[in-house]
């Protein structure tokens, strides 16, 4: 990385991007740079059963400069927005880079988070059986406002929503509309998204889960294997179903890496819409 004399050596850095695009290396280079403390902002990163699969810091690059928020949730832990935020908060009193690719997060960070209260094990259940059998019933059962707000094609979104409507009787756009102030508002940082050519990213992707199983990514999965849940959020980690599966025989090998690799490029193809979309006043960082 290139033009790390035009970054703010005062100001918090936040450091967005998609998977595999480099993010953490220019997190690293402005953590030596600054003394800055290397935060996590990605939802699987958290996690400690998992370090290989969602490419966390290497026990070498913890050991070298401070990070937080990494491994720090154990594997049957939910974690939310709201939780991360509230980890963050006592961390901004020193210099800080702000690097992941949950972009919750840091629209949470800079523009606020709504203080939904949490949703009844029942509702939940609820609107899983909702969703399963009848999406479209889960649509239109949602208030106008919310309904014109929230991306109506993604089913985790509108399944959230829906939840809020059910538990509180309160859309969820009115809960947003009450957004406190944000903890770090955008003006007082220095914001970048990484925007990679979809070719070369893609490249990378490839090389980088070839890297991860060369490293022993099969046996990170091998040992959670006895405590393998699919519906818990750390078994999101792209990859771990997959290998999950060939290890017992259901798919090979070979099929397994193919359906991790094209998880990546499928995630990565979100990540960067998901940036387009809402991360447009951030500074493009240029990646050659």
Known sequence: MTRLHTVSREAPVLIAGPTASGKSALA???????????????????????????????????ATLPHALYGHVGRDDAYSVGHWLRDVTGLLDRPVVIVGGTGLYFLALTEGLAEIPPIPPEVRAEADALRAADPGAMVAALDPATAKRIDLANGARVQ???????????????????????????????????????DWLNARIDRRFDQMMAQGALEEVRREAPFWRPERPSARAIGAPDLMAALRGEITLDQAVAAAKLASRQYAKRQRTWFRSRMRDWREWPLT
Do not use: I
């Open 28 to 62: 690293m280079e402005l953590a030596a740079r600054d003394g800055r403390l290397v935060v996590n902002a990605d939802a699987l990163q958290v996690y400690g059963c998992w370090r290989l699969l969602t490419a966390r810091p290497s026990q070498a690059d913890e």
């Open 160 to 198: 959230r929503a829906w939840e809020v409507l059910r538990a509180t009787g309160r859309g969820l756009a009115a809960w947003q509309a009450a957004t406190p102030a944000p903890l770090l508002p955008l003006d007082r940082a220095e914001a970048l998204v990484l925007r990679p050519e979809v």
